[in-house]
């Protein structure tokens, strides 16, 4: 099966509406969170596309997908460790970002912001400090309890991921991203969040960073797990 792999969109639905429609054959694809434009929008992409939140994302409009009050065309959430099947792939994906002051909560322990109705027809406000934006143990042991898992997406990298932070070189990567790895041991880990394209080994399996979707994405041939990175064409 050919796997298409996109990083963070940011709203950028001109790329990947142009990446679709370059590559046709391509049976599923995947994106690491942060879909939303910067109002909390999104549209419906041209093909089906199985996405994981990002911390940018609108958590409003994840819930509303997830108790089926709101329907995007060709956009379907993965939850929290949660398994899919595509095709014949095994698939997880723990989206959102690490916060040790919340890790510890349950799912519905998260504070929901106070949001105005929206306009009609319109998305609801994208709550810049909604705390569901963030992954939390039980989700990660959610992950940990599954086995033969073929691809893990995860929106934060794992450990190590050396990028400048204000001057000074740090790893930035999340541990409890490496723990799921060195349980799961899938084919493949794609990961997003610092818009850095990387490829590396880290416990043992290949764990790789995608760049922005305007810049590149990847082309996955399953039956090898080789892949293809492509510029991006608009």
Known sequence: MKLGALGDVHGDFASLRAIMARHPDVECWVTVGDL??????YEAPPALLHWIKGNNDNLEVIAELGDSRRR?????????????????LSVVG????????WYERLPGDLPRPILGPPAPGEFPRLARDDKRRHFLRV????????????????????R????????????????????VLAVLRPRMHLSGHHHVYSDDVRQGVRSIGLGPVGESYLLIETATWQYERLETIR
């Open 36 to 41: 939303a434009d910067d109002r909390g929008a």
């Open 72 to 88: 995007i065309p060709n956009l379907r959430y993965l939850p929290n460790g949660v398994p899919l099947r595509l095709g014949s």
């Open 94 to 101: 723990l989206g959102g970002t690490f916060a040790p002051t």
């Open 139 to 158: 989700e990660v042991d959610a992950c940990k309890r599954l086995r033969n898992i073929d691809l893990f997406m995860s929106h934060e990298a794992a």
């Open 160 to 179: 190590p991921f050396l990028m400048e932070v204000r001057g000074r070189r740090q790893d930035v990567g999340k541990t409890p991203i490496n723990e």
